[in-house]
């Protein structure tokens, strides 16, 4: 993730890094492969709506269907809730949000605000 960030200019002292890490820590589900580590995603659930915070697959499982996979698993479950996230606009994960049937809603000078409506 800090790669990402840094493409866009954006880096962080080790104190926002930490806030960033820490901030919804009880969101955060590790993504486990044959009793592997492989990486974390952080969301949240309200009555409306699922955000997806963050979603990281280590560089060795990238490009394999891992984040695919999960963030289908949380399409599945969401059954009638739209599912909101941004990316940075640097991202190549921003083509897999669109494969999958995110569309982009909005936009900052750094992110692209996407969403998954199930309506």
Not at 4 to 33: M, N
Not at 39 to 45: D, R, S
Not at 64 to 75: D, E, P, T
Request: net charge negative.
């Amino acid at each position: 993730m800090v790669a990402h960030l840094e493409r866009e200019g954006l880096y962080l002292s080790d104190d926002q890094f930490r806030l960033r890490v820490d901030d919804k820590y009880e969101c955060a589900y590790l993504i486990v492969s044959s009793g592997e580590k492989i990486g974390v995603i952080n969301y949240q659930e309200f009555v409306e709506k699922i955000v997806i915070m963050q979603i990281q697959i280590h560089p060795d499982f990238q490009g394999r269907g891992f984040g695919q996979r999960v963030i289908k698993q949380i399409l599945d479950s969401s059954r009638t809730k739209s599912v909101e996230l941004s990316v940075l606009k640097s991202n190549p994960a921003i083509s897999l949000y669109e494969r999958i049937g995110f569309s982009i809603t909005g936009e900052d000078e750094n992110e692209f605000f996407m969403e998954f409506n199930n309506n």
